[in-house]
């Protein structure tokens, strides 16, 4: 949500209830939630706060420079939605 804007009802809830879902995925190590500057929202429960961090800032940089190739590449386009599949890790932003 953006930063000062209300958080609908419900809307944890459902955010707890599909970390939940992702925790017990196989395969799944930890997770960072962050926003657009790199803050760490939330983080896997095991990860420290310095690991989270790491990941966190290594995503904003990459974010940032995605954002300006769509932008290269059309400027009345948006990076809306960044996945990174690789063979022993999956990203998502």
């Known amino acids: 949500f953006p930063a000062g804007a209300a958080v609908p009802d419900g809307a944890m809830s459902e955010v707890e209830e599909t970390l ?6 196989n ?12 803050l760490v929202l939330r983080r896997f429960p095991q990860m ?10 290594s995503m904003r940089h990459l ?3 995605a954002r300006g190739v769509v932008r290269d590449l059309n ?19």
């Open 20 to 25: 939940e879902r992702v925790k017990v995925q």
């Open 48 to 57: 420290s706060q310095e690991h989270a961090e790491q990941y966190a800032d």
């Open 75 to 93: 400027p009345q386009n948006e990076l809306r939605y960044l996945r990174i599949r690789a063979k022993r890790h999956e990203v998502g932003q």
């Open 63 to 65: 974010a940032n420079k």
């Open 27 to 38: 395969g799944v190590e930890g997770y960072v939630i962050c926003n657009r500057q790199g």
